[in-house]
C-alpha cells in the first residue's frame, strides 16, 4: 500500500500522476519513497521562474531513468504504508529539515530513495519579494533552531541526484557560505544571494535567541 502526499499549492500538470506513481512501487519493490520532478511551469511569473532557475532545489531538469536522489520531496511523494509506519512517521519536534529527516530514517531502513521518470509538478515559491524574503528568514530561523535543539538531525540538501555527505559540521557551513555567495555572484544569480542573505540574518536571529534559553 502506498502513502501519497501533495502540498496544497502543489500542481500536477498530469492527471495520471499518482496511478503512475503507484505503478513504479507496484514494479520496484526495492523502492521505500519516490518523488516526482519539480518544474518551472510556462504560465509562472518572470519573477517566479527566476526564483525557481536560481534557488537551488525549486527546480531541475527531470530524469530520464529512476534515480536515487535527495530530491524525492513532501510536495508530490509516495512512500510505502508499512515502512513509513515503522519509521515513526513524520518527526513532529523538529520545525524544519523534515523532508531531510524522512529520506534519511527511509535510507537507514535499507530502502531505496529516488525520484522517478515522467513525473512532473510545479511547487512554486512565493510571488512577491516580500513573501519570498520573509521565507527565506524564517527558514534560517527554524534551521537555527535544529542546529541547537536537534543537532542530530540537522541533515545536507544537496541540489543534484546521487550520493552525498550526509552530514557537514557546522563550523564548516559556516566557512563555505560567503564561498558560495561569491560563487553565484560570478554566475550572476544576485537573486540566491539576497535570499542567502536574509536566510543567514534570519539564522543569526534565531542562534542568538534560542542560545539564551540552553544558555
Not at 520496484?28 to 519513497?33: C, K, W
Not at 542530530?152 to 557537514?168: Q, S
Request: glycine share 8%.
Amino acid at each position: 500500500m502506498g502513502m501519497l502526499t501533495v502540498d496544497d499549492d502543489s500542481s500536477l500538470p498530469d492527471a495520471k500522476t499518482f496511478s503512475k506513481m503507484l505503478k513504479a512501487m507496484d514494479e520496484n519493490p526495492d523502492i521505500g519513497m519516490a518523488g516526482g520532478n519539480n518544474t518551472v511551469p510556462d504560465w509562472a511569473t518572470r519573477f517566479v521562474k527566476r526564483v525557481m532557475v536560481q534557488v537551488p532545489r525549486r527546480s531541475w531538469q527531470p530524469v530520464s531513468e529512476i534515480m536515487d536522489s535527495d530530491l524525492a520531496e513532501h510536495p508530490c511523494l509516495i512512500m510505502r504504508t508499512e515502512l513509513f509506519r515503522r519509521v515513526g512517521g513524520e518527526n513532529e519536534v523538529i520545525p524544519r529539515g523534515l523532508d531531510p529527516y524522512l529520506r534519511q530514517v527511509f535510507r537507514e531502513a535499507d530502502t531505496r530513495v529516488v525520484v522517478l521518470p515522467d513525473i512532473i509538478y510545479h511547487h512554486l515559491p512565493p510571488e512577491t519579494w516580500g513573501g519570498l524574503l520573509g521565507q527565506m528568514y524564517r527558514n534560517g530561523y527554524q534551521a537555527a533552531f535544529a542546529n541547537i535543539h536537534s543537532p542530530e538531525w540537522v541533515i545536507e540538501t544537496p541540489a543534484e541526484h546521487g550520493e552525498f555527505t550526509l552530514r557537514v559540521p557546522l563550523w564548516k557551513r559556516i566557512v563555505r557560505f560567503p564561498l558560495n555567495m561569491l560563487k553565484s555572484l560570478g554566475q550572476g544569480k544576485w537573486l540566491w544571494v539576497i535570499c542567502e542573505t536574509c536566510y543567514a540574518w534570519g539564522f543569526l536571529r534565531g542562534w542568538i535567541k534560542e542560545k539564551k534559553y540552553v544558555g
